[in-house]
Structure formats: structure tokens, C-alpha cells
């Protein structure tokens, strides 16, 4: 195999028969979402991160979409890798992101529109997630296809764990809702009336929340940066291997 | 480092095949998306006259709305002069491609919903300002073409839980059904958002709290948009006097 071979001259790693999914393969897939997490730790693609989160829906479908780009634009890259010259690198791998976010941005009209709607700049702005450029440089450019599709989805998913965490905890305190706009939408926290039934009744004084009412700061952009901020404290509290020595 | 002649060859050949990809791609896709388009504008329309619809708009299917909209919704266009302009469609009408155009030549769609019974509701488009950008609605009217039978709301950047409640919050648009446009001495004042509490039962609704320029751009919205339609409305209540409708 081409890629084998080039891969071997060029790292100059002896290649032993090595399982298809193996320690490294899962190690791609799994450090992104944790230990070596894009938004948490490499503090890339906060942008986004701040403006999708205010609900569940548009956050999962942000995810599954840089999930798809992230993984097939490191796979491209990384088939073209040794033909690529390297005085328009950068240029190459942006087409590669905007074709393939435009696609995505096609198809997501197409299938759900009100969503497509909703998201509006921000699918288009995942050419300039910093998320996906960083992976094409850093890692699809030296990589075989194989490891680049794990570390694609890897970055992908870590990213979405994020998103879908930070999009949970302003949905839930900011609206009382959860997946509002899908058909499984889940009610809460609030009144109860005879056309939405609520999980935790707010208006009934028996309540163990009685009188909460929904939290404004949740829905700004502000709160996402104070949950990402918890987020980044518990993890290193966590994991003291992420703590700057310097 | 590559030649110039390659760089030229594979930058051509890379930026041809992701022109063609993306050609086949739309090509594909786009009839699905402006039938989705299609179906959710008619959605926000019928929206406006939800109350006066044989069952809500959520359980309806896409093929039901279309059904509906073509059996029973007429579609006209009127000038600023209040006259209709024959062998248009409302649908074609573009409110932000009109705001363009100076105000005389400006074209206005109107939507005419006629329920079982055949009693009709007239529905206006308007078109203004929110916070951070443009906001738009339908409003429904009862035959006097003063009492308002139901609103809705759209914007496209509003803050979600504040500016955007005009739109996810159902208990907004409901304020408005019942109230008048026209005062006793058959002004047209529109509706008011009022800020801190209803002082005029027939023409004020309650604003949002912490979205108080959003809920002056709705003032204003309507106050312009249903004043454009103004020599319209006039001519269908002189045309209502002469044939004893109240």
C-alpha cells in the first residue's frame, strides 16, 4: 500500500500488522473528548460554541455537522496529502472545508428547513472553525486516512460533548425546557396548564421549586462562557495532567 | 517545492472538481428546499389565522398546509394607492426587496383566508427593525378590517428567551387577538407594546421585559406596516357601509 509505505519513509516508523481499530485508533478517537479536548483545552471554536448553545436542537445538529466535516475534511486532506503543494496548502484545505460545509449547508435546507433556518451563519462559519483547520494542519497533513478519520471524529465529538453540555445546562435553567422544537420536547420546570404538561410544577406551592422562575442571563451569549469557564476548572481539578506548570 | 506549472495544474483540477460537486449538489437538492421553503412560509402566514383553522398547524402535515393554502387562501397584491394589481401572486411578493423601492411604488401582499363557512380574514404583511435585526409578522383581520383575529412573529437574530419570545412564546401573539387598530374617532393607531402594563385595553398589549427595543420595533413595526395598507382597508370598509356589514 502507497500510504504504508510513504508513511514509512517519511516517519521512518517500522510498520508491524497491526489491528484495524487498536490502542492508537481508540486513543485518537477517545483524547479529544477528554484529555486533549478542543474546546476545553485547546480553547478552539468558542465562537460557535457560544452562539448555538442556547438550545438543545441547533447544538446537536452544529455537532453532528462539524462531526461530519471535521472527519470527511481530514480524510480528503490526508488522501492528498503527498500531491498537495505545499505553497498553497492552506488554501487547498479551505476549499476542501467550504465544499464540504456547503454540502452540508445543502442538504440541511433541504431536510429541515425551520433548523437550517435557525442556525442560519453558523453552519457557514464552520470554515472558519479553527477546530477543523487546526486538525488538517496539525495532524491530517502527516497522517494516513485511517487515523485521520478517527482523529476527525474524535475532534468532532469533542466539540459536540461540549456544545451539547454547555446547550443542556442554558436550555434546562434558561427556557425550562429540553429539545424544544423536536418532537420529543421536554417540559420542566415552569406553570402547569392544561396545554403543556411541566415535569417540575413551579406554580404549585408543594413544589420543591416553588417560584423559580427561568434564569435570563442563561439565554446570553455571556452564560456560555461561564459555563465553559466551570467546565475548564472542574476538568483540570480532575485531571491535574491539564494544570499549566508554568 | 512544486513548480509553478503544477501548482496551477492541481489547483485547477482540485477547485473544478469542488465546482462540480457543488453544482450536482444543488441541483439535487434545491427542489426539496424551496418546497420546505415554500411550506414554511405558509406555515408562518396561516400562523396569523391559527384559531381559525380546522385543527392546529403542528399536527398537519406539509401536504395538508399546501392543500389548505391552495383551497382556501386567495392571494392578492395592492398598491400604496389601496388598488389591486391584477396577475400577481402574493407569494411572490418580497417585503424586504419592496422596502427598497420608494414608498409610492412599493407592492403589498395580501392574503385572504376564508374558513368553513366562508367568512374571510384578511392577513397584512409587515416588515421592521428589532435589536439586532429585521423582525417581520403576518396579522390577521377580522371582515371590519379593525379587530385583529390573531398575529405571528418572525425575526432573524433576536436574543433567544428575550427579543425572540415575540415568536417562541405563544402567549405574545395571543395578546394581540381581539384588539382594535383603528380608535373611536377612526384613527389608525395600531397596537402598542407598552412597557410596565396595559393602559388601553383595545389597543395595547404587554411588552416583553428585557427586550424593550424589540418590543418598540413591534410597535413601530406595525404602526408603519398596517399604514401602508391604510387606502386598502379604507376602501373595503366603505365597500362593508354600503352593504350594512358592520
Known sequence: MAEISTQAATTAVVEKKEPWFGKKERKLLTDPIQSNNPITVQVLGICSALAVTTQMLPALVMSIAVIFVSASSNVTISLLRNYIPKQVRMIVQLVVVATLVTIVELVLKAANYPVWKQLSVFIGLIITNCIVMGRLEAFAMANPPKRALFDGIGNGLGYGAVLLIVAFIRELFGKGTLFIGTPIAMHIIGPSNETTRYWINTANPNSLFYGYTNNGLMVLPAAALFIIGILIWVQRAWNKKLVDVS | MD???????????????????????????????????????????????????PKPLSQMSNQEVLSLFEKQVEQHVINMKGEKVSGMKAEKINLAQEKKKPEAERLLPLFVYKDAQGKPYYILSVRGNGLWDEIWGSIALEPDMNTIAGVSFDHKAETPGLGAEI???????????AKKIYNDAGQLVAVNVRKGGIVDASHDVDAISGATITSNGVTEMLQRGLRYYEPYLKKIQAENKQTGLK
Open chain 2, 3 to 53: 513548480s509553478t506549472s503544477y501548482i496551477l495544474r492541481f489547483v485547477l483540477t482540485m477547485t473544478t472538481l469542488a465546482a462540480v460537486l457543488l453544482a450536482g449538489m444543488l441541483y439535487l437538492t434545491e427542489p426539496a428546499a424551496m418546497r420546505a421553503e415554500e411550506v414554511f412560509n405558509k406555515r408562518a402566514i396561516l400562523t396569523a389565522v391559527e384559531k381559525q383553522l
Open chain 2, 167 to 177: 415568536k417562541d412564546n405563544p402567549a405574545f401573539p395571543a395578546q394581540f387577538i
